[in-house]
């Protein structure tokens, strides 16, 4: 039996989605750009997804630019401030996704803008009264802090963060790449200027997401070539995988209840069987809390001197986990999340266990019997 808890780094496609794909694979073979019926009948379809996407999210379809996926999303905002928006600064955690913290970085190094890291709380929140203070000086600012941190499972609160960037008049970028069609969102209600999504973090396919740019924001080109996605992505576009973004949109907004409940169950019986096989196990970030990202739990075992080889070990047991984001699995070093927010030990074995639409009571029972013989 091979059991499958690395759900935050991807997921299977689900067979709603790859059957709403096929169709489009074997039919819809027209360029959406070109005039004659069979490209015209491909738009149809790219902007029916575009709007059904937009409707789940309270938000105009113009407000929905696709892309590769989150890595690009996230690039096409920070760049796109600091080009086009006239922001000189950008605000955020280095326990960010390498995909923000490592543009962040890239724009000081070649456009000479400010960085500046908020300080986090010690269970990971971020402190607001630094970011406030951060905000009450400085340059035009575009603030990127993520909703839930991939690794150990901190929420923040969006609203309270937007609205301190409202107050100051900056702009505010939040990664959702993790808590997309797993939370509910308004985007008419949230002060938020960009959000990102990548399909295959809730079983659609790799390869596709999108940006989120609030109306009246205007963007120019990253991707230099055609004039598809209104100018702002250029690239003719992936008209299977956008229809199987829509299809992933509408089947995790069909049960969002109940696929959290059974998340829920499945995390709570993990962190029981964990409590109960380890006197001194911790969850990373208060990852075992309920009001944490409920697909993700990080867990710090007891030392032992099978740690540095946990991972590799559960992986010959049947088991796939993770040593932190998926970019940062297996290295050396440990995440740079654990050590940014100082939960990193290295006399520990920490392991993301992440959980999925199709994970079941079986997988995490088969879990923690491999856990206990790894860690005997």
């Known amino acids: 039996m091979d059991v499958y808890l690395d759900n935050a780094a991807t997921t299977a496609v689900a067979p709603e989605v790859a059957e709403a794909m096929m169709p489009v694979l074997q039919e819809a073979y027209g360029n959406p750009s070109s005039s004659h019926a069979i490209g015209r009948k491909t738009r149809v379809i790219i902007e029916q997804s575009r709007r059904s996407i937009a409707k789940h999210l309270n938000c105009h379809p113009s407000s929905i630019y696709f892309t590769s996926g989150g890595t690009e999303a996230d690039n096409l905002a920070l760049r796109g401030a600091i080009r086009d928006l006239q922001c000189e600064r950008i605000i955020t955690s280095d326990a960010e996704h390498s995909a923000v913290i490592k543009t962040a970085q890239s724009l000081e190094r070649s456009h000479g803008i400010q960085l500046d890291l908020v300080r986090h709380h010690e269970d990971g929140s971020v402190d607001l009264n630094h970011l406030e203070q951060l905000l009450a000086s400085g340059p035009k600012t575009i603030v990127s802090l993520m909703h839930a941190n991939n690794e150990v499972a901190v929420v923040q609160d969006l609203k309270a963060i937007g609205s301190l960037c409202r107050s100051n008049g900056a702009l505010f ?38 940006l989120y740019i609030k109306k009246g924001i205007q963007l120019g080109g ?50 029981t069987g964990l409590r109960a096989l380890f006197s001194d196990v911790r969850f990373n970030g208060n990852s075992d809390d309920a009001s944490r990202l409920y697909t993700v739990l990080n867990v710090s075992f007891p030392p032992h001197p099978k740690s540095g ?54 997988d995490v029972e088969f879990a923690l019997a491999a856990i206990k013989r790894v860690f005997s």
């Open 173 to 210: 970028h939040s990664d959702t790449v993790q808590t997309m069609c797993h939370y509910a969102f308004d985007l008419e209600a949230l002060p938020v200027d960009f959000i990102t999504c990548s399909a295959h973090k809730f079983h659609g396919p790799k390869g596709i997401g999108f």
């Open 309 to 362: 080889m946990a991972l590799f070990l559960l992986d010959l047991e049947g088991v796939a986990c993770s040593g932190g984001s998926a970019c940062s699995s297996g290295a050396t070093l440990g995440s740079h999340v654990l050590r940014s927010l100082k939960f990193h030990d290295p006399n520990r074995a920490s392991l993301r266990f992440s959980f999925g639409r199709y994970n079941t009571m079986a």
């Open 222 to 271: 990253q991707i230099e070539g055609g004039s598809q996605e209104r100018a702002v992505r250029g690239g003719t576009e992936s008209t299977h995988n956008i229809v199987g973004l829509a299809a992933a949109f509408d089947l995790a907004h069909s049960d969002m209840e109940a696929h959290e409940e059974h998340i829920r169950h499945l995390k709570a019986t993990m962190v």
